[in-house]
């Protein structure tokens, strides 16, 4: 049967891909549960180490740093983008390599939709899921912890957009990588610790020592951080919020431009060394 | 005291029915005891079921003889040979070995037996064939100059030598295996336990392994050897005890266990195009008994067995009720009896699956 | 075949049952492990980089919160009454990798060797069967020895931590952890063999001491019922006595009360660890588990 493809059609496949990632999700609803808590469990010595430093409850030489004395507040904010950053930053190459070892790539790399869309959708449920996981996750820790926002949700989580759509173009880059390396784990832990350590998520990146700053202002995920923190704790962020904004559109645009091309190229070069099917 | 160097009286094994997974034996036909317990009067508290795995197995093995236990997968051997080796407990049931109890002695069963179990994964990979040996000779607690010795010899015999400094991840599954031979002989044990030795090796290397195991008969070794290859056991075995389902269904030597087809022939037939009709239409020649198909994995090729009185008699009649309704006679032999057929006989299915 | 109905006398193998051959016995286990060990090249990265980045998050946010001129660390030194807070945290945040690596790969040893196929090799042995966690076990320790010395050094050189105090007095608080970090291991080993699921348990018992323990702070800020479950956890002990001794320059009257306390539980969970084991084999050979993966 021949069929041409409509944006429909990829809408559909699409939604076809999100709709078994989710299923298979809630199989192990212990994960979700997990989820939930391990950051939280994670947060506790955090919080426990504000108190020490903290006199009458409020950590002022944070607040030297920052603007704001409400250190879980921002370290919560932190940990909740960053649950969406591993979803879309290592979601793709992960979901690639899945089906590298299940064996299913081949199939799924015949099918008649565009590669990096296949991508997209694969992360589609994930963001949902991840969306739900770290609200839950924000509801405890703030029954727990404490959690005051001071500003507009919405323009916070509109900032952040286009940091998400940036880091679409990275997953790219990084999944295009798996391909060709047909190994994710190794190269993931240390990365992913390390992003995570300059952007910003835990603590503000004007503590690191003077030499390493520069690798965290180049980073755009410093800048998506501190708009919305920004936004939410009205804290001090490093350059004025309009700036920043134009800093994460551009590149937004840039990264998922580079992205698609490394994409490509890598993609073609295991096409050639027809290394698709093995693992 | 006993005579036998390996005995065993009546050996059950019974496992929780959910464990049955676990143990990768199957068996059908055995029922779900989940009862109520008549004293709790709140809802149904099932019992767990049981699996019996091995049921009444008897069997006596003489010193310096080779025994062959022959069953399909699933049969029981694996746990039977557990049993002896002291990692699985009976549920009921003794066994000694080397005349000692498996389960009052068990270390003395230990230091008595050489096993080869698992193949080629029951040795370090990350290891060489000489450092495995040194480990195992110490862990069976052998002096260290005789270790050096025995080390050096049974790699000559294994014809390890050149490769022994290599680790055994680059060897081959023939090579291997050699080395976990090699492990179960370092203590000059006078009992050779040996699970499935010639599976997943290429034939040269499996006719090696079988060469070996007729040495070690020949300088006195005990032999207990688990297969589900006929002609190996067929070969190899003074006696053989052929087990399914649990229990030993004969122990004989195989020429006497052959005398029980008696005078019947076997027929082996390959057929193209099987058509249903074939089945009964053979079967209702004279004197044919245990018919059993199984598919060749080559094609759409079946291979048939049966047992006639006289096959004489009843060849045209299969020649002739074979080539109808499209199907096809490619091959006909008539055959002494194997042990196969001699499963056949008595069980009704074949021995391979 | 006729078979002769003789008396049976046992045939001896070349096996023997003295003590030296026991612990020759011991010693192979011990150094098979750490040979094979060493040819799996990827813990030399593991060693030197985890010991620093690790930390680095707390100490980071420690800085933060001690602010750009200090003003938050009055309060620290009131609360912790240390004033090197890096150092505080460098002691808390090893304590905690330490004995989480020791419980992953203590813990997960037996299993390994089963899914690998070799258990059931070391169990049909005449082996004490104790002795194969205590050899691995063994071997574990002197990778960890490296961890900590590794560690001691970049936080040295890095962070420029002034470890004072008595190096005998903080080697000898070392050795009393040790007790009670591997008897856990042992129990997680025979409970892991047990359950084939491992992640579950370290999770636990990890997330447990991150958020009991005080790795990062000090325990007196916890709520009372915190600070009672922390009093049963050996870990907290250690995480006190070694900043005592490395920092604080306290001397053995000072540190008795949490030594002792540490020799206690080592005592204790050395013994559950043996008793676990025990039961995790007579459990074992009745249902078959060894050879089963």
């Known amino acids: 049967m021949e069929t041409t493809p409509t944006f429909l059609s990829y809408l559909y496949a699409l939604l076809a891909i999100a709709r078994g990632d989710w299923r298979r999700y809630w199989r192990y609803p212990l994960n979700a549960v997990a989820q939930v808590f391990q950051p939280v469990i994670w947060l506790t010595p955090v919080f426990f180490m504000g108190q020490a430093f903290s006199a009458n409850g ?192 551009f590149f937004m645009f840039l990264m998922v431009a580079l992205g698609l091309w490394v994409f490509r190229i890598l993609e073609r070069r295991v096409r050639v060394k027809g290394t698709l099917g093995q693992h | 005291m006993t005579a036998w160097a390996i005995e065993a009286v009546d050996l059950v094994k019974r496992f929780p029915r959910k464990a049955q997974a676990e143990t990768g034996e199957t068996r059908d036909g055995e029922a779900a005891a989940s009862q109520r317990r008549p004293w709790w009067p709140f809802g149904k508290k099932a019992e767990p079921a049981w699996f019996t795995a091995v049921n009444g197995v008897s069997l006596g093995i003489a010193r310096g003889e080779v025994f062959g236990l022959l069953g399909p997968n699933g049969a029981g051997k694996s746990t039977t040979i557990r049993m002896l080796c002291t990692l699985l407990e009976p549920t009921a049931g003794t066994a000694l070995v080397n005349g000692y109890d498996v389960r009052k002695q068990p270390n003395q069963v230990r230091q008595s037996l050489g096993t080869v179990l698992g193949g080629e994964r029951s040795i370090y ?228 699956d | 075949m006729a078979v002769q109905l003789e008396p049976y006398a046992p045939v001896p193998s070349l096996a023997r049952d003295d003590f030296p051959a026991k612990l020759r016995a011991q010693w192979a286990v011990f150094t098979r492990a750490w040979t094979i060990f060493r040819r799996y090249p990827t813990w030399v990265a593991a060693v030197l980089i985890w010991p620093v980045i690790f930390p680095a998050v707390y100490i980071l946010g420690a800085r933060a919160l001690a602010g750009p001129d200090g003003r938050g660390l009055a309060a620290f030194v009131q609360a912790t009454g240390i004033q090197d807070y890096i150092g505080y945290i460098v002691v808390g945040t090893t304590v905690w990798m330490w004995q989480n690596i020791v419980l992953w790969e ?118 009372e019922w915190m600070q009672l479950v922390a009093g049963w956890l050996p870990q907290t002990y250690m995480i006190e006595a070694m900043r005592m001794v490395t920092l604080g320059g306290a001397d053995l009257r000072a540190v008795a009360p949490d030594l002792a306390a540490l020799a206690g539980f080592g005592v204790f969970w050395l013994a559950v660890g043996f008793l676990v084991f025990g039961w995790m084999d007579r459990r074992a050979r009745q249902a078959g588990t060894i050879g089963q993966y």
């Open chain 3, 106 to 223: 203590v813990g997960t040893s037996l299993r390994e060797e089963q899914l690998r196929g070799t258990l059931e090799s070391n169990w049909l042995t005449p082996t004490w069967r104790f002795s194969f966690l205590l050899g691995s076990s063994a071997s574990q320790l002197i990778e960890m020895i490296l961890f900590l010395g590794i560690s001691y050094i970049e936080f040295s050189l890095l962070f420029g931590v002034q470890f004072q105090g008595n190096p005998l007095l903080a080697l000898l608080v070392i050795l009393l952890c040790i007790p009670s970090i591997y008897g856990m291991g042992f129990t997680f080993a025979s409970l892991v063999i047990t359950a084939k699921e491992a992640s579950a348990f370290v999770f636990l018992v990890r997330g447990v001491v991150m958020i009991f323990c005080g790795i990062t702070f000090p325990v007196l800020l916890l709520p």
């Open chain 1, 58 to 249: 409020a950590a002022e030489g944070f607040a030297a740093y920052t603007g704001t004395t409400d250190y879980m507040s921002f370290i919560l904010i932190g940990t909740a983008l960053n649950n969406f950053i591993t979803a879309v930053f290592w979601g793709m190459g992960y979901a690639l390599k899945n089906d590298m070892d299940t064996g299913v790539l081949e199939s799924n790399w015949l099918a008649p939709i565009p590669r990096p869309l296949l991508l997209v959708g694969k992360t589609l449920s994930s963001l949902l899921l991840t969306a739900i996981t770290s609200a839950s996750m924000l509801v405890v820790a703030g029954l727990l912890f404490g959690f005051r926002t001071s500003g507009s949700a919405l323009a916070a989580a509109a900032a952040a957009i286009p940091m998400l759509i940036g880091l679409y173009g990275f997953g790219f880059a990084f999944a295009a990588l798996v391909l060709v390396l047909r190994e994710a784990n190794s190269l993931v832990d240390v990365s992913s610790f390390l992003v995570m350590l300059f952007s910003g998520a835990n603590f503000p990146v004007t503590v690191l020592p003077r030499w390493l700053l520069p690798i965290a202002l180049i980073m755009p995920l410093t800048y998506g951080f501190d708009v919305v923190r920004g936004f939410l704790l009205k804290t001090r962020t490093l350059l004025p919020i309009p700036q920043e904004i134009g800093l994460l559109v």
């Open chain 2, 125 to 352: 990979w990350k290891l060489t064939a000489r450092e495995n040996l040194e480990y195992f000779a110490a862990l069976y607690h052998i002096p260290p100059d005789l270790a050096k010795r025995r080390i050096a010899g049974l790699l000559e015999r294994m014809e390890l030598t050149a490769r022994a400094n290599d680790l055994v991840e680059k060897y081959s599954s023939g090579m291997k295996q050699r080395v976990a031979i090699a492990k179960a002989l370092l203590a000059r044990p006078p009992i050779v336990l040996l699970d499935e030795p010639t599976l997943g090796l290429d034939p040269q290397a499996a006719r090696r392994v079988r060469e070996l195991i007729g040495e070690l008969k020949a300088e006195g070794h005990t032999i207990l050897l688990t297969t589900h290859y006929m002609e190996e056991a067929d070969q190899l075995s003074d006696r053989i005890g052929i087990i399914d389902q649990g229990q030993i269904i004969a122990l004989d030597t195989p020429a006497a266990l052959k005398e029980l087809i008696g005078q019947k022939d076997v027929v082996r037939l390959e057929i193209a195009n099987w058509h249903p009709d074939m089945d009964t239409g053979l079967r209702r020649l004279p004197g044919v008994s245990n018919l059993v198909m199984r598919r060749l994995e080559s094609d759409s090729l079946w291979e048939v067995n049966l047992q006639a009185d006289s096959s004489r008699a009843i060849l045209s009649g299969i020649i002739e009720g074979v080539n109808q309704n499209g199907t096809r006679l490619v091959n006909l032999n008539i055959v002494k009896p194997s042990l196969e057929d001699v499963f056949i006989h008595l069980t009704g299915k074949a021995l391979r």
